[in-house]
């Protein structure tokens, strides 16, 4: 009796061979696709600048280089423990054993990096920090940058709610009153959405967009802790503009310093050019003119706060480098390779 062998025909792509070639070119194709991003970007930064030191002149930029240091420092101070009021709030919603110092340095970084890029991608490169960061305790991507969404939703809510007194007894313009009218509602709607999906739907979606909604889906007693502490980072952005404002000559009120920073702030929701320059002095020139301050030294704060908010916010993120050593390298390239 012969015994029947069965055979298996495998068909071959006259391409295959390519294939290795094929990756590699898609590689060089992305990677390619980068630099010219990054070569608009700075293109388009470096003609920004040029265009408003040609309008600025050469005496706002001598008003913003000879500040009051005494100011200065206070402001700096305030703005640089911002970051860490940010990073316990981040802490409240991931509920995860990572570690203050772990999300400290990621989160830090991560604002540092959204001073100096277009389209907040520093968020993006908090999770990535955090995870090398956390080590052995990383809570997974998921829970990382779904606990992330929570804390930038209640930090929406916690602007709005700050920026909202100011729209009883300030000059605030009709845009801006529609837009806080606006997001007030729709952080909240975004927080209730996330905690719907979570609880009647987190077992019909795929594990990791799961995961991810539990992770945005903190408790009420953690939002309301989050959210508290975000109000008081508000607050202290407050009285922080208010020296820096001062650093530079512009005299301006309690009150005055709450406009600045509501409509600075609005303008500042998604920057297309790093620092959004261009946008940032045109918003804040239109504030202090509200507020009845004009001229030169108007113009050098507008110039001189992001800057100094800027460098603030670095010296906090060193603070947080500082913490992992040798390991300073291999953070840095996990945040500019998100």
């Keep these: 009796m012969r015994s029947s062998l069965s055979t ?16 590699t070119a898609d590689a060089v194709k992305v990677q390619v696709g980068r630099r010219s991003l990054i070569a608009v970007i700075g293109l388009a930064s470096v003609a920004a600048v040029g265009l408003l030191v040609q309008r600025s002149g050469t005496k706002v930029f001598a008003a913003a280089a000879t500040p009051n240091w005494r100011f200065l420092l206070a402001g700096l101070a305030i703005s640089a423990a911002v970051q860490p009021l940010r990073a316990l709030a981040w802490t409240s919603t991931v509920r995860s054993p990572v570690g203050f110092r772990a999300m400290y340095a990621a989160s830090s970084v991560g604002s540092f990096l959204d001073t100096v890029l277009p389209g907040r991608l520093g968020e993006a490169s908090k999770v990535a920090v955090l995870k090398v960061t956390a080590g052995p305790k990383w809570p997974g991507f998921s829970r990382a940058g779904g606990s992330l969404l929570c804390a930038h939703l209640l930090e929406m809510i916690a602007f709005v709610l700050v920026g909202a007194a100011s729209a009883f007894f300030l000059p605030v313009p009709s845009w801006a009153k529609i837009t806080m009218l606006v997001g007030l509602p729709a952080a909240a709607g975004g927080l209730l959405l996330v905690s719907l999906l979570n609880a009647k739907f987190r077992h019909r979606l795929p594990e990791g967009v799961g995961s991810f909604f539990e992770g945005a889906a903190a408790p009420k007693g953690i939002m309301l802790r989050a959210g508290g502490i975000l109000v008081l980072t508000w607050v202290a952005r407050w009285f922080g503009l208010l020296f820096l404002l001062h650093a530079v000559g512009v005299h301006v009120g309690v009150g005055s310093a709450l ?33 009845g301050h004009g001229g030169d030294t108007a113009i050098a704060a507008s110039v001189f706060t992001p800057a100094a908010a800027s460098l603030a916010t670095a010296v906090a993120a060193l603070v947080g480098l500082a913490f992992y050593g040798r390991r300073v390298g291999q953070l840095g390239r996990a945040a500019v390779r998100f």
């Design 8 to 23: 298996t025909r495998t068909s071959s792509s006259p391409f295959q061979g390519f294939a290795v070639l094929r990756r």
């Design 259 to 291: 406009l600045y920073m509501v409509v600075t702030g609005l303008a500042n929701t998604m920057p297309f050019l790093p620092g959004n320059v261009g946008l940032y002095q045109g918003a804040a020139i239109g504030a202090l003119a509200m507020a």
